[in-house]
């Protein structure tokens, strides 16, 4: 019984410690992403101010999808080998908001 119980402990920690630093790193991330992507569209509209460059916004977006699209792809057929267990999700969660 004691064992089974160490187990089971083991098991929801690992999951919500994992979770919580999957979801903190990924925070992170995405915050440094976000003031790159920023910085870049600063310069772009700042270089369409002085009219050094024009933007041409049809191929704008369709190379943005063709970059974008392989990343969604990639995240949706990882989330199944996830371990996806409350213990993970709340973690995961913690970690978002403490990110």
Known sequence: MFE??????LS???????GFCIGFALKKIIKIFMVLVGLYLISLFYLVHIEVIKIN???LLETSWSVITPII???LSAIPYLAISGSFALGFTLGVIKG
């Open 4 to 9: 089974l119980l160490t187990q089971l402990l």
């Open 12 to 18: 929801f920690g690992a999951g919500g410690l994992g």
């Open 57 to 59: 916004p049809t191929k």
């Open 73 to 75: 792809n990639f995240l």
